[in-house]
């Protein structure tokens, strides 16, 4: 049969999958690959450099199809961070139980948790940039490395609550991942009443206020 003449970045990634869990393992070389999906061995190259590359791409491309759907969403631009996330949660679980298999095989051959995962590097840095944008409200702190700091626990915080919901959703066998919905909404919800700067700020007021007066009757 003749070779493919067009690819895209998607072709790549649906042959990968689909020759993942039709056999059970990953392609021998790029070669078999290239050559089982009529494929000049070049094209793959356009894209890819091996299959760990395509194995980071795939999460990527959940993460870009889970905004694509969102950016499609008047009444998701007009939310506040906090529903905002949730959105972004049940949006990209969505789609990865799209793929349940591909994703259940694929984490379940690696040893040692996900959060050593190099095939999820990518999606980190993406997922944690995404949470910068977000513009979640923390005190003030008005110190520009503390600031930065503040802003990095954020980041890692809410990398960690992801990969503990990838987690939570591998393990889940209710009906529609019914478990999995409630574990999202409680945890995104609980984080952002933990950081909820709304009381901080008038415990912060109040210390405040009784310095002042302190001051003033001394």
């Known amino acids: 049969m003749a070779k493919k003449k067009t690819v895209s970045n ?14 059970d393992e990953n392609p021998k070389s790029i070669y078999s690959f290239c050559k089982a999906n009529h494929l000049e061995e070049s094209k793959f190259y356009e894209f890819f450099t091996s299959f760990e590359a395509i194995e980071k791409g795939i999460f990527v491309t959940f993460y870009k199809n889970t905004l694509t759907a ?33 994703v259940t095989h694929v984490l379940h051959k690696y040893k040692g948790g996900l959060k050593g995962l190099k095939m999820l590097s990518g999606l980190k840095k993406h997922f944690t940039d995404y949470i910068s944008l977000l513009e979640i409200e923390m005190i003030d702190i008005k110190q520009e490395k503390l600031e930065k700091i503040q802003q990095k626990t954020l980041q890692e915080s809410a990398w960690m609550q992801l ?32 950081i909820n700067i709304a009381p901080l700020k008038s415990v912060i007021d109040f210390g405040k206020f009784l310095f002042k007066e302190k001051m003033h009757m001394n």
């Open 10 to 23: 998607n072709d790549i990634i649906s042959f990968y999958m689909d020759y993942v869990l039709e056999h």
């Open 70 to 102: 969102l950016d499609k969403s008047s009444d998701y631009k007009g939310f506040d961070s906090r529903n905002k996330l949730l959105s972004f949660y049940f949006t990209f679980f969505e789609n990865l139980t799209a793929n349940r298999s591909y």
């Open 163 to 194: 990969l503990l919901t990838i987690k939570f959703w591998l393990d889940d066998t209710s009906p529609s991942f019914e478990k999995t919905d409630i574990f999202i909404e409680k945890s995104v919800n609980t984080s952002f009443d933990i």
